[in-house]
């Protein structure tokens, strides 16, 4: 991340980041980048990271790990890839990955997300059942 991050410093210096705890502290450290600081993954920081991308604060995902190498906090990460899935935020878990999408001529202006097709109302998301619910209360 660090190598990555030394590459693109000009480019990241003009966007707000956020990180967890370790990564974030060695960004600010490293490349005299401002970071946002979460707490350490492991700790709860995935899953801050998460919420901001619920939230809409969070327009890009750089995220990356070894999938050779077993997680220690596997289900935080699966449930960080799987929030910026359904929030239809882009995700970079290689270098080539986030090359594309940081150089990309989108990452410079505003860009509206098309909404997701996992959160709009369908019958598989609870649709039907909020409707029967509606109407056996009546």
């Not at 693109?8 to 990180?19: G, I, K, Q, R, Y």
């Not at 960004?27 to 492991?42: D, I, K, Q, Y």
């Not at 995902?61 to 882009?90: G, M, S, T």
């Amino acid at each position: 991340m660090l190598e990555w991050a030394r590459f693109n410093s000009e480019t990241l210096a003009a966007h707000e980041l956020h990180a967890t705890g370790t990564t974030g502290a060695l960004l600010a450290h490293e490349l005299g980048l401002t970071v946002e600081r979460f707490l350490s993954g492991p700790l709860g920081g995935d899953q801050q990271v998460g919420a901001a991308i619920a939230e809409g604060r969070i327009d890009f995902l750089v995220f990356f790990w070894d999938p050779l190498e077993p997680q220690p906090h596997d289900v935080d990460v699966k449930a960080l890839l799987r929030i910026a899935v359904v929030c239809n935020v882009p995700t970079a878990c290689n270098r080539a990955t986030a090359d594309f999408v940081l150089s990309s001529p989108l990452t410079g202006e505003e860009y509206q997300r098309p909404i997701s097709a996992y959160l709009e109302p369908t019958p598989q998301h609870g649709t039907h059942a909020t409707t029967a619910r509606s109407a056996s209360a009546r």
